[in-house]
């Protein structure tokens, strides 16, 4: 999926505050490419996310998903849309501590109404090498394995797009590198478009494309 | 949407065995089970008593009309199912030689009376036995009044107009007459088949017919229905409750108090409930956030967990619903043999109660409470601050209010009750809202000072203030629920004791002459029978009232028509009786003449009012005086009473008898026969079965209220434990959190003490507050019960407050105590 991001901007008023979170950022991703974002902290690239997601709503400026603006759809549009085509990885995992792995694999096919829900939940979990963990809790896994387990949820749609922020940042630089590894692994098997922010140089490096925000603003890389 | 009931079972199925939903459930089911069990007892403990009152009216139901009731109510009732025995009765003279008294004349049918039975001896004074038989043809059976005043004995003949009846048993007991009958005649008891005999039933005469019905209730229900209708003037039902004034009352605060037990249990499931609900909405913040960012839309989400809560609901009503029954067939059971009642089967209303309750709890609370979920942006995957936008309080909690509402006056039952606790529990709520915001707020600002354990507590509290306050509220209304029903239980066990007290009168002495008053005492405290008084008794008719002219057929009131037929009792002394209650006016100085005393209920019946001026016939003698007070009495006290009392020189020179009354015992029954033998002209009236009876029925309904007022204390109880696991997972972070950052166990549990004693003594002095006025309101307004405030109530209110909080909150975090830190701070 390619998606074009035009003079996207972001405004919130604190009080009596004016914060320009995001201004005037464009940058086009093609279909199947793998960009990162970097910046440093509070420079906007969870915003910028959230927005390529749908999750919040710009101040300004669109974001295109092969070509049609995702805010032209209502925000049960952007649901549906995120549900058929968008895969997300967190730096604080969100795995559902009341469920196991397999479970929390399941959930968004669920969602999708998909009948083979466990079929592929489970062959997810072999891929990231976790059958042995299906039936244990977040709670009894350690930070890899749980982002591990995450990256199975997220790719268990097939998502033409896979947004990721920090995926790596709670992780220690082994396995952070193992979950990087696997991410590409799965991302160039199912060929989505892969969005990554990260302080990481190293999983930086593994994509395609690098995009630096400053203070809101878009740097050269 | 196809599929989502699946993913909504599922969901439910997987947040089962996460343990999400086990309080809730529990929560919910609980309080479901005690609403119901509660219910379902007191439905049959109801039925019960009812059932067991009856016999005292002798059947269920009874048509009362002034003229032969028609045939066909009999016939439609006998096609119905019913059970069925005409009585009449009526006032005459019964003759026996040279003797004649005035009587309630009375004929059966056999298979009376259809409720309870009659006691009768075979001689005066003799053993008495219950029987299931009536007088036969040319008998008459009557009770010792009558026998004294005719001086017959068992064998002898008497005649009832033109009837020669021979008396065949001394009736001992007949449940319809009650206790009061100083106010009514002796009794004649006569076999329907001589009724014609005795020529005195005729056009014209003052006579009570009565239709006597019993069986089925819902049969009686239809057959009242069906016959209301065609009820002929001089025609109407009465129940236990109309005719038994008493019993009523007796009956009346049961069903009250049971279902002020219900109401309270109906407000400890609501907060139940809540509390369980907004534990599970903190913990679904993060699931819903990220289903949305799944793309699910907002309405799928509602309807997911609305699904999911619905069947949670329906669950727990059902599983409350039979834990509820269980719970009550095992109070049965375990006192069937205390209450000695014979429990009817439970009905089907409370399960329809439970499984509503439940489910209506469930849904009116998590609506407003799923709405802010689904507004939790889906924005919180990335950023963790962002939580459920706070919805105006009172808009959000309107469906939980207007179901708990809803749920009072249903259980109620009574508009008033169920408003006057709800107007109380609103009171208590503001009360702890005040209480925290001026009294703990200010305390925490000074907390500062304090060493590091206290301080702890305290600040935790100002830090979460909502939640603290939410907590007290929860707090509060579970010891207000302890401390109301135990208010109002003490309140009338009181007047219970007062009414029917271990050593009441059961022996009556009447046609004591006046020159045997000094025997008579020297003989009765020579056996070491202290504890009576000897009233003198006048008999006169009341002739005019301040002026006027009575006349019986001028009074509507059927009661007072008889009451102002016959003579009544009056009596002179110089102080007010024990146990009468001046209610208005004031008792005569001494040397007053002319006045007159008159029993409250009396002056209302014939609208006497104070000031007004009374004349008597005694003895064809003019007795005139104003009435300077007004007397409360219980009729039923099983003491000496009198319509009218008049100052001692008043009536001194008027021919009188002396009447007395004390307790004997069962062991020292053979000082009756000695007795009578040495005053052989005194009658004895013997109402040791009534007062037996009325107290057999108090006591079943103590046990019964006993029973239902120990399981609302324990669902108290659990909602006080439910109150303090609301901030488990918090305070489990708050705890390791502490700990790291190098607390030790012991300040810290000095911390949880502190915390858990001063919103302890909170919600205790809040409770205690609202009990004792809702206590003091309730027995005036509902209960009808003379209230004595109870100072013991501040220091079970602040004391058990205190234990109960400190205890239970200390045991639920002992856990988290002694968990390391690190387990605590990661759990999720
Ligand atoms: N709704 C909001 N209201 C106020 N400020 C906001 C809001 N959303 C974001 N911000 C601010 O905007 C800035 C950018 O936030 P953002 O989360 O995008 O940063 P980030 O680049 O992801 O930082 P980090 O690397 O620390 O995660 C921060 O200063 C943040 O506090
Ligand atoms: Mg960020």
């Known amino acids: 999926m390619r998606i074009d991001i035009e003079h996207l901007g972001k405004t919130v008023h604190v009080g009596e505050n004016r914060l320009d979170i995001l201004s005037d950022v464009s940058f086009s991703v093609n279909s199947g490419e793998t960009v990162a974002i970097l910046g440093s902290s509070g420079s906007g690239k969870s915003t910028l996310l959230g927005l390529i997601a749908g999750l919040d709503v710009p101040s300004t400026g669109c974001v295109r998903l092969d070509g049609d603006d995702l805010f032209a759809l209502d925000e049960d549009g952007r649901a549906a849309l995120r549900a058929r085509s968008m895969g997300f990885v967190f730096q604080s995992f969100q795995l559902l501590p009341g469920l196991t792995a397999l479970e929390n694999v399941m959930l968004p096919l669920e969602l999708a109404g998909r009948g083979d829900a466990e079929q592929i939940a489970r062959v997810q979990l072999q891929r990231v090498g976790l059958t042995a963990r299906a039936r244990h809790r977040p709670t009894q896994l350690s930070g890899g394995e749980q982002q591990r387990v995450a990256l199975a949820r997220a790719f268990a749609v097939a998502p033409r797009v896979l947004l990721a922020d920090e995926p790596t940042g709670n992780l220690d630089a082994r396995t952070g590198a193992q979950v990087i590894e696997l991410m590409f692994e799965l991302n160039r098997a199912q060929g989505a478009t892969l969005i990554v922010v990260t302080h990481d140089v190293a999983l930086a490096g593994h994509c395609a494309r690098r995009l630096r925000l400053e203070g809101g603003r878009l740097a050269a890389a | 949407m196809f599929g989502n009931g699946n993913l909504a079972w599922r969901m439910l199925v997987r947040d089962w065995r996460a343990g999400e939903l086990r309080l809730l459930l529990l929560a919910v089911a609980l309080a479901v089970a005690s609403l119901t069990a509660v219910r379902f007892f007191a439905d049959r403990v109801e039925l019960g008593l009812t059932r067991e009152a009856n016999t005292l009216l002798a059947a269920d139901l009874v048509l009362v009309s002034d003229h032969p009731v028609d045939a066909t109510f009999a016939a439609e009732a006998r096609a119905r199912g019913l059970e069925v025995s005409v009585t009449t009765a009526f006032l005459s003279m019964v003759l026996a030689g040279e003797e004649n008294a005035l009587a309630g004349i009375k004929s059966v049918q056999p298979g009376y009376p259809l409720r309870g039975s009659l006691r009768v001896a075979s001689e005066l004074y003799g053993v008495d036995a219950p029987t299931r038989s009536t007088p036969a043809p040319g008998e008459a059976w009557i009770d010792a009044r009558l026998a004294g005043a005719l001086g017959v004995a068992v064998g002898d003949h008497v ?160 599983l ?233 057929a001028a009074f509507d009131d059927d009661r007072a028509r008889r009451l102002t037929e016959r003579e009544f009792n009056l009596s002179a002394l110089a102080q007010p009786p024990a146990h009468n209650e001046i209610i208005a006016g004031a008792w005569w100085r001494p040397g007053e003449t002319g006045v007159f005393s008159v029993e409250a209920g009396l002056a209302r019946t014939l609208g006497i009012a104070l000031g007004d001026e009374l004349r008597f016939d005694i003895g064809g003698l003019p007795f005139s005086g104003r009435v300077t007070s007004l007397r409360k009495l219980e ?51 013997d109402v040791e079965q009534v007062v037996a009876e009325l107290r057999t029925l108090m006591d079943r309904v103590a046990g019964a209220v006993q029973v239902i007022f120990v399981f609302s204390l324990a669902v108290g109880v659990l909602v006080l434990l439910a109150a303090l696991h609301t901030r488990r997972d918090e305070r489990a972070r708050e705890i390791g959190l502490w700990r790291a950052l190098g607390a030790s166990r012991r300040v810290v549990a000095i911390a949880l003490a502190s915390e858990f004693a001063v919103l302890g003594l909170l919600a205790g002095a809040v409770a205690a507050g609202v009990a004792s006025l809702l206590a003091w309101v309730l027995a005036q307004r509902v209960f009808d019960l003379a209230h004595a405030p109870n100072p013991w109530i501040w220091l079970a209110g602040l004391g058990g407050g205190l234990a109960l909080v400190l205890a239970a909150g200390l045991l639920a975090s002992r856990e988290l105590l002694r968990a390391p830190p690190l387990r605590s701070l990661n759990r999720e």
């Open chain 2, 159 to 318: 005649e009832v107009g033109d009837a020669r009846l021979r008396v065949t048993a001394i009736l001992t007991f007949e449940g319809e007459r009650g206790g009061n009958f100083m106010a009514l005649a002796p009794r004649l008891m006569l076999n329907e088949i001589d009724l014609a005999r005795t020529g005195l039933v005729q056009e014209g005469s003052r006579v009570i017919h009565r239709l006597l019905l019993a069986g089925d209730a819902a049969a009686l229900n239809r057959f009242r229905a069906w016959a209301q209708a065609r009820l002929a003037r001089g025609e109407r039902f009465e129940d236990v409750r109309a005719a038994r004034p008493e019993l009523r009352q007796v009956l009346d605060r049961a069903q009250r108090y049971l279902g002020l037990a219900a109401l309270l249990n109906v407000l400890l499931a609501a907060a139940a409930t809540q509390i369980a609900l907004r534990r599970y909405v903190q913990r679904h913040l993060d699931p819903f956030a990220l289903l949305r960012c799944f793309g699910a839309s907002r309405r799928r989400l509602l309807d997911l967990y609305f699904a999911q809560l619905g069947a949670l609901g329906l669950a727990a009503g059902a």
């Open chain 2, 635 to 685: 009729w039923d006290s099983f003491r000496v009473n009198f319509f009218v009392i008049a100052p001692v020189d008043m009536l001194a020179d008027v021919p009188r008898s002396y009447v007395t009354s004390f307790h004997l015992p069962a062991s020292r029954r053979a000082l009756l026969g000695e007795l009578v033998a040495a005053f052989p002209n005194v009658t004895a009236i």
């Open chain 2, 320 to 552: 409350g619903t039979s834990l509820g029954w269980a719970a009550q067939q095992g109070m049965t059971r375990l006192l069937g043999d205390t209450l000695r009642l014979s429990l009817p089967p439970p009905g089907w209303t409370p399960v329809l109660l439970g499984v509503v309750t439940g489910l209506a709890l469930v849904l009116a609370f998590s609506l407003p409470t799923l709405v802010r979920l689904a507004r939790v942006p889906a924005l919180r995957v990335l950023r963790r601050d962002l939580g459920p936008p706070r919805a105006g309080a009172l808009l959000a909690h309107g469906a939980g209010v207007a179901v708990v509402a809803g749920l009072l006056f249903w259980q109620a039952g009574d508009a008033r009750l169920g408003g006057i606790v709800a107007a109380g529990v609103l009171a208590l709520l503001l009360s702890a809202v005040l209480a925290i915001r001026l009294l703990l707020w200010p305390l925490t600002a000074w907390a500062r000072r304090l060493s590091p354990g206290p301080r702890l507590g305290l600040l935790n509290l100002r830090r979460h203030g909502w939640e603290t306050t939410l907590q007290a509220m929860a707090l509060s209304l579970g010891l207000l629920a302890l401390l109301l029903l135990t208010l109002v239980r003490g309140d009338w066990f009181e007047s219970w004791r007062a009414q029917a007290p271990p050593g009441t009168p059961n022996l009556f002495l009447i046609n004591i002459q006046p020159w045997q008053v000094q025997a008579l005492d020297t003989h009765l405290r020579a056996r070491s029978i202290d504890d009576f008084m000897l009233y003198p008794m006048v008999r006169g008719r009341l002739t005019h009232i301040s002026g006027r002219v009575v006349d019986p």
